[in-house]
């Protein structure tokens, strides 16, 4: 379990975590925020590469100001991955492997069970510089699971992979969430809504919302509406517009309002909605 | 101690071809550029006297070039790499890269020592000059150390020290302000030991400075 307690971050005059208080446990927890929300200075706290200015994060009860046991038990995919060009997917392994302090044995063994989970077995001899943005990814995944860490930490991991790409590591995070700690960080609401148990909603350094999906459905509740297009001139002020869709041939646009929208109909919100909410402060 | 030597050949592999590149210069250009001394001396038998200094400045201009060569190449996926926070990461963010610094500056040190012993063969008293191409070598080391993690680049840090060698092993004249070389011509005497001292100084406060920036590295 990894709970952070009143962090503080800042760089310069800018905070960029202010007061962060959350609680990670077992399942699949989705980071959700803008860009500049502290999503990644968060991930890299947990990971000892920022220090911790004020507050504090435990891991199993023991503060990471002390020693930093998370990132020795962590498995950690960068937004952007790509390393050691000139080598092969298992040399790239072996090294992770190597310096996550593994046996030898161990590493041959992880590497083969590794590299089988990310369909890279067959290409464990080419060199990394030769593999495509989608096997560079999945690599990368490979590398997060050697060891089969307690604590596994995606920063947007399906950001530039393709739809059978983004299935395959849905697969995989969802085949380990037993026992396992999986926080993900991403733009991307769709992975939220098919991947994670809990969902946590960080704004200007601050953490705006901690819940499940459900629960981050109901923020949006009864302020959903969707209107057809031509009627958009009759909509009250304070509304947020969002997507604009077709349906049996008539355009329509949803929208968000905490006031009641005459026009429009009144909608289930999706997660998306939720978020929107959190975000514009309705 | 097993397990930093595998990360290390590793690291050296991952150089690819672009690892014998400085095994060219050494072995090959300066060599050959020996060869041309010989020659244009029309094989007189001063001739070893007329070639000492021109084989040694050869030995002071393209020796510290390899050293810079490998160290961008090695330091490239710990500097420069988007990724280079996941190595941080799981190897323990307070650890330094003094071992990879070490690494390759040893591994520059035993090529020349290398070249040296090669020519105790037609020079002998060439290996008296080895003690002032290491203190290039280990000035050299510590700045780039430093440079590179102060601009987050190994490449600005190349870029500072290759200027500064292009000017002071090719240019500047002897006693020339900060010129390194400039007490290191072969003219049959050796310099005071206080000469250096600025240097390593300077190559101090570097690495210094490289370890402190190092230990909390982001790109």
Redesign the interface.
């Known amino acids: 379990m990894i709970e952070v307690k009143g962090l503080k971050k800042r760089f310069g005059i800018k905070t960029a975590l202010d007061a962060v208080e959350v609680t990670f446990d077992s399942g699949i927890y989705g980071l959700l925020g803008p860009n500049g929300a502290g999503k990644t200075t968060l991930l890299?706290t947990l990971?000892?590469?920022?220090?911790i200015q004020s507050g504090d994060v435990f891991y199993d009860g023991k503060s990471l100001r002390k020693s930093?046991d998370l990132?020795?038990n962590?498995g950690?995919?960068?937004?952007?991955?790509?390393?050691?060009?000139?080598?092969t997917v298992q040399?790239v392994m072996?090294?992770?492997g190597?310096?996550?302090?593994m046996p030898?044995a161990q590493v041959r063994q992880e590497t083969e069970r590794c590299l089988a989970r990310t369909n890279l077995s067959e290409l464990k001899d080419r060199k990394v510089g030769a593999l495509s943005g989608g096997m560079l990814r999945r690599l990368?995944i490979a590398?997060t699971l050697l060891g089969d860490p307690d604590v596994l930490i995606f920063d947007e991991p399906t950001a530039g992979l393709d739809p059978e790409e983004r299935m395959r590591f849905k697969n995989i995070v969802a085949d380990i969430r037993r026992d396992h700690t999986v926080i993900i960080s991403t733009h991307i609401v769709d992975d939220v809504d098919a991947l994670c148990d809990q969902v946590v909603v960080m704004m200007a350094g601050k953490v705006a919302f901690t819940g499940t999906r459900q629960q981050l459905k109901a923020v949006a509740e009864k302020k959903v509406y969707e209107i057809p297009v031509e009627k958009q001139a009759l909509l009250s002020p304070g509304a947020f517009l969002g997507n604009r869709f077709e349906r049996e041939g008539t355009d329509y646009i949803r929208i968000l309002s905490t006031v009641p929208q005459p026009a429009g109909v009144l909608v289930p919100p999706n997660i998306e909605d939720g978020y929107l909410c959190i975000t514009k402060g309705m | 101690m097993a397990a930093r030597a595998q990360l290390l050949l590793r690291q050296f592999r991952n150089m690819g071809w672009k690892y014998f590149v400085p095994w060219v210069l050494l072995f090959g250009l300066i060599p050959l550029l020996t060869w041309r001394y010989i020659q244009s001396s029309g094989l007189t038998p001063d001739v070893y006297d007329y070639m000492r200094p021109g084989v040694y400045n050869d030995f002071e201009r393209y020796i510290p070039m390899a050293l810079v060569w490998y160290l961008v190449l090695l330091f490239y996926e710990f500097v420069d790499n988007p990724a280079c926070e996941l190595l941080y990461a799981y190897d323990g963010v307070k650890k330094t890269r003094l071992i990879d610094l070490l690494a390759v500056h040893l591994h520059i040190v035993l090529m020349a020592a290398l070249l040296l012993f090669g020519y105790q063969f037609i020079l002998p008293g060439l290996w008296q000059e080895f003690g002032r191409l290491c203190i290039i070598l280990l000035v050299y080391s510590c700045t780039m150390y430093g440079l590179m993690y102060l601009a987050k680049s190994t490449l600005f840090a190349a870029m500072a020290v290759v200027i500064y060698h292009l000017l002071g092993a090719f240019m500047w004249s002897d006693g020339a302000l900060f010129d390194l070389f400039s007490e290191m011509r072969i003219d049959g005497t050796q310099p005071p030991p206080t000469n250096y001292t600025p240097f390593l100084l300077w190559a101090a406060i570097l690495l210094g400075l490289g370890v402190f920036l190092n230990r909390r590295y982001v790109k």
Do not use: D, V
Not at chain 1, 47 to 51: C, F, N, S, V
């Open positions: 890299r990971l000892g590469l920022y220090p930093n990132a020795q962590a950690y995919l960068p937004q952007r991955f790509g390393m050691f060009y000139e080598l040399g072996a090294y992770i190597t310096m996550k302090k030898m990368g590398q």
